[in-house]
Nanobody, 124 residues
Framework: VQLQASGGGLVQPGGSLRLSCAGS????????MAWFRQALGKEREFVGA????????TYADSVKDRFTVSRDNAKNAVYLQMHSLKFEDTALYYC??????????????????WGRGTQVTVSS
């Protein structure tokens, strides 16, 4: 089972970026899928998540109204659209999935499968 995140890069403040995460090895159709991030020297923190039924999302307050999590079950994928990026959004971004079905978690421990991460750097 594997999750592969991609789409990171260097972007200026105020810019946009879209991260993708492709799952393989099993179907994640009924899994909750999430994005976390970890800045240098800090703990991994929750960014946003989407339920297995695709009808519920939850976000960290720091990214609400700027980031959107979506998914495509046919592609076994989850996405993170980021707008109005700030310096403090700089981090390694990880996608994660649980074994499903379960509550839509916001903690690292709620998720069973993790990708390797993709770096997002916001800099002028």
């Amino acid at each position: 089972v594997q999750l592969q995140a991609s789409g990171g890069g260097l972007v200026q403040p105020g810019g946009s970026l879209r991260l993708s995460c492709a799952g393989s090895g099993r179907s994640f159709r009924y899994s909750n899928m999430a994005w976390f991030r970890q800045a240098l020297g800090k703990e991994r923190e929750f960014v946003g998540a989407i339920s297995g039924r695709r009808d519920a999302t939850t976000y960290a307050d720091s990214v609400k109204d700027r980031f959107t999590v979506s998914r495509d079950n046919a592609k076994n994928a989850v996405y993170l659209q980021m707008h109005s990026l700030k310096f403090e959004d700089t981090a390694l971004y990880y996608c994660a999935a649980d074994r499903g079905p379960s509550h839509l978690g916001r903690s690292v421990g709620d998720y069973d499968y993790w990708g390797r991460g993709t770096q997002v750097t916001v800099s002028s």
